[in-house]
């Protein structure tokens, strides 16, 4: 149920005429699937860092535009600016953001550089993640030599690009594109003013450590290897770089990190990490701010580690996990922390695929009620089999919190965590439901004058059908992977739970013999008999082993009270 999102944040090579940067964004807004998250120009560097995300055709269609419109309007051969650069857009990295894996990302990343090679005539070097040749992977060193070097540089052996011309054009200038890691800006908060404080805790964390001294750490004689370089203390943190500084704004000191990939240090063992070795300086680290936007997953996963600290069970929903993160880093210290701006994922979210669920329950009634064929039954169904899933969790996160069964908190967790997630699918097809039906009415509404109108309006009616048959089916399927969380917490959980477990399971047998009525009767409309035969043979055996098992259930929960 993921969406694949990518991240995409090219740096243009104009900083101060607000006119050109504002119609390279509009290009970029004006493709379908984007949101434009940030725009950063700089004077002096003359360059424009900007943010977008989206799925990953669209972000691939939105760079093109951007890139085509920044060759349009710049002038390379009359920029001048503090920041390297050898192109309109210098640099283009995709960054995979979620639903989608790195290496998807670099072929994403290899397509539009091709794109822009082949289209545009712009020479295009891959970097990072999307460069297979380990000698052209770091940015720096593909840029060495600049926009002034490179009409020399793009004629040697070793530096023909990767795609477009052997030629250097004089007005667009190379652009780099490549695939790299999601960066966290992330500042911890010291209840101190000292920055040369701030920097020995910088220093104990950051990947690059600090360089070894004779005697004192810092005014004592630097120590060389045999080479004459200097020797270095590595850091604890991988994939970190850290400074210490004063913000006059706050009257604090603070350590200001990149964490280049926070998969590899994320940002709670980079706060933990922290609150260690202030604590053995005496400081105390009171909180942290997050700059920029921040992936789901990576808020989820400091959710579920310090509740884990806590002994606590996993299985509880995303707000309360989010809610955790944010409360245990002390992210709205300086200023409140709001999920639905600083998770790139909620930025993207459409509210409006979210309707029903996110009415209260007596508006959900009278919108069921009202006169009008959606939400229906298969909506009713979805919904019923949530409120299954949910029951189960109660169940399961209840057992996992009984005094005396701390042994087995690991085990409901685990069950509760599947509850949950369980819960979110049946939940998402609650409102799939409906806009299932509404696209067999919207297919009924095409015009039908000419044979091929007739034709189209057939096929896309027939489409519509098949996917109103997958939905109630995919209901079936997440209700009945819910029930042996139910029949677990009957039979193991907290005793005096029983019949919650027991109306939870009663709610999934309602959702999958519900949804059951809904793929027989939506199957019987279509003409490809193959099809609709395969999902009404397979959705029979899980109603029928459902409520075979449902039956069992409540034969044994009747024996117990």
Same mark, same amino acid.
């Given at each position: 149920?993921?969406?694949?999102?990518?991240?995409?944040?090219?740096?243009?090579?104009?900083?101060?005429?607000?006119?050109?940067?504002?119609?390279?964004?509009?290009? !970029? &807004?004006?493709?379908?699937?984007?949101?434009?998250?940030?725009?950063?120009?700089?004077?002096?560097?003359?360059?424009?860092?900007?943010?977008?995300?989206?799925?990953?055709?669209?972000?691939?269609?939105?760079?093109?535009?951007?890139?085509?419109?920044?060759?349009?309007?710049?002038?390379?051969?009359?920029?001048?600016?503090?920041?390297?650069?050898?192109?309109?857009?210098?640099?283009?990295?995709?960054?995979? +953001?979620?639903? !989608?894996?790195?290496?998807?990302?670099?072929?994403?990343?290899?397509?539009?550089?091709?794109?822009?090679?082949?289209?545009?005539?712009?020479?295009?070097?891959?970097?990072?993640?999307?460069?297979?040749?380990?000698?052209?992977?770091?940015?720096?060193?593909?840029?060495?030599?600049?926009?002034?070097?490179?009409?020399?540089?793009?004629?040697?052996?070793?530096?023909?690009?990767?795609?477009?011309?052997?030629?250097?054009?004089?007005?667009?200038?190379?652009?780099?594109?490549?695939?790299?890691?999601?960066?966290?800006?992330?500042?911890?908060?010291?209840?101190?003013?000292?920055?040369? #404080?701030?920097?020995?805790?910088?220093?104990?964390?950051?990947?690059?450590?600090?360089?070894?001294?004779?005697?004192?750490?810092?005014?004592?004689?630097?120590?060389?290897? /045999?080479?004459?370089?200097?020797?270095?203390?590595?850091?604890?943190?991988?994939?970190?770089?850290? !400074?210490?500084?004063?913000?006059?704004?706050?009257?604090? /000191?603070?350590?200001?990190?990149?964490?280049?990939?926070?998969?590899?240090?994320?940002?709670?063992?980079?706060?933990?990490?922290?609150?260690?070795?202030?604590?053995?300086?005496?400081?105390?680290?009171?909180?942290?701010?997050?700059?920029?936007?921040?992936?789901?997953?990576?808020?989820?996963?400091?959710?579920?580690?310090?509740?884990?600290?806590?002994?606590?069970?996993?299985? +509880?929903?995303?707000?309360? #996990?989010?809610?955790?993160?944010?409360?245990?880093?002390?992210?709205?210290?300086?200023?409140?922390?709001?999920?639905?701006?600083?998770?790139? &994922?909620?930025?993207?979210?459409?509210?409006?695929?979210?309707?029903? +669920?996110?009415?209260?329950?007596?508006?959900?009634?009278?919108?069921?009620?009202?006169?009008?064929?959606?939400?229906?039954?298969?909506?009713?169904?979805?919904?019923?089999?949530?409120?299954?899933?949910?029951? =189960? *969790?109660?169940?399961?996160?209840?057992?996992? =919190?009984?005094?005396?069964?701390?042994?087995?908190?690991?085990?409901?967790?685990?069950?509760?965590?599947?509850?949950?997630?369980?819960?979110?699918?049946?939940?998402?097809?609650?409102?799939?439901?409906?806009?299932?039906?509404?696209?067999?009415?919207?297919?009924?509404? #095409?015009?039908? *004058?000419?044979?091929?109108?007739?034709?189209?309006?057939?096929?896309? !009616?027939?489409?519509?059908?098949?996917? /109103?048959?997958?939905?109630?089916?995919?209901?079936?399927?997440?209700?009945?992977?819910?029930?042996?969380?139910?029949?677990?917490?009957?039979?193991?959980?907290?005793?005096?739970?029983?019949?919650?477990?027991?109306?939870?399971?009663?709610?999934?047998?309602?959702?999958?013999?519900? /949804?059951?009525?809904?793929?027989?009767?939506?199957?019987?409309?279509?003409?490809?008999?193959?099809?609709?035969?395969?999902?009404?043979?397979?959705?029979?055996?899980?109603?029928?082993?459902?409520?075979?098992?449902?039956?069992?259930?409540?034969?044994?929960?009747?024996?117990?009270?």
């Amino acid at each position: 149920m993921q969406q694949q999102l990518i991240e995409c944040v090219p740096n243009f090579s104009e900083g101060n005429d607000m006119g050109i940067i504002k119609q390279i964004t509009n290009a !970029i &807004e004006s493709t379908e699937g984007v949101k434009l998250l940030d725009i950063d120009p700089g004077k002096a560097t003359n360059r424009t860092v900007v943010t977008f995300v989206g799925t990953p055709e669209a972000v691939v269609e939105a760079a093109f535009r951007g890139i085509q419109k920044a060759a349009e309007l710049i002038d390379m051969s009359k920029h001048k600016g503090e920041h390297p650069r050898m192109g309109a857009t210098d640099v283009c990295p995709f960054i995979p +953001v979620s639903g !989608i894996t790195m290496e998807e990302t670099a072929a994403y990343a290899q397509k539009l550089a091709e794109r822009v090679g082949t289209e545009l005539h712009i020479p295009v070097y891959l970097y990072e993640y999307a460069q297979s040749n380990a000698e052209r992977k770091n940015l720096s060193i593909i840029r060495a030599g600049e926009y002034e070097g490179f009409f020399k540089k793009i004629k040697e052996p070793q530096w023909k690009p990767d795609f477009g011309p052997v030629e250097f054009p004089a007005k667009s200038g190379a652009t780099v594109i490549g695939a790299r890691n999601f960066l966290i800006a992330y500042n911890i908060n010291l209840n101190t003013k000292s920055t040369r #404080l701030a920097n020995s805790i910088a220093f104990d964390v950051r990947e690059a450590g600090r360089v070894k001294r004779e005697g004192h750490p810092i005014t004592g004689k630097i120590v060389n290897d /045999a080479n004459g370089e200097p020797v270095r203390i590595p850091g604890t943190l991988k994939e970190c770089k850290a !400074i210490g500084w004063y913000i006059e704004e706050y009257k604090v /000191a603070q350590i200001s990190m990149n964490l280049t990939n926070y998969k590899v240090t994320p940002v709670h063992v980079a706060f933990d990490e922290v609150v260690k070795s202030a604590t053995t300086r005496g400081v105390r680290v009171t909180g942290s701010e997050l700059v920029g936007l921040i992936p789901l997953e990576a808020m989820l996963e400091a959710g579920r580690y310090f509740l884990t600290k806590q002994k606590q069970s996993l299985g +509880v929903p995303d707000e309360e #996990l989010i809610h955790i993160a944010v409360k245990s880093l002390g992210l709205d210290e300086l200023a409140p922390f709001d999920p639905d701006k600083k998770i790139i &994922e909620y930025q993207l979210r459409n509210l409006e695929n979210e309707k029903l +669920v996110r009415m209260n329950l007596r508006t959900f009634a009278n919108e069921t009620a009202a006169d009008s064929p959606a939400p229906g039954g298969g909506s009713i169904s979805a919904y019923a089999g949530a409120l299954g899933a949910a029951l =189960g *969790t109660m169940v399961a996160n209840l057992s996992a =919190g009984k005094r005396g069964w701390e042994d087995k908190t690991t085990y409901f967790s685990e069950w509760a965590v599947k509850g949950q997630q369980l819960k979110e699918r049946l939940l998402f097809l609650v409102d799939e439901d409906t806009r299932a039906f509404n696209k067999i009415m919207l297919a009924f509404a #095409l015009p039908k *004058t000419t044979d091929e109108e007739k034709k189209l309006r057939t096929q896309t !009616i027939q489409d519509a059908t098949k996917y /109103a048959v997958q939905i109630p089916f995919q209901v079936m399927q997440a209700a009945a992977e819910a029930l042996p969380l139910c029949e677990a917490m009957v039979k193991e959980g907290n005793p005096n739970s029983i019949s919650d477990g027991a109306v939870g399971a009663l709610c999934l047998r309602t959702a999958i013999e519900g /949804a059951y009525l809904n793929v027989r009767i939506n199957a019987k409309d279509l003409k490809d008999r193959a099809f609709a035969d395969k999902y009404l043979d397979e959705a029979k055996s899980i109603f029928e082993s459902a409520n075979s098992t449902v039956n069992r259930l409540m034969k044994k929960v009747g024996e117990s009270i």
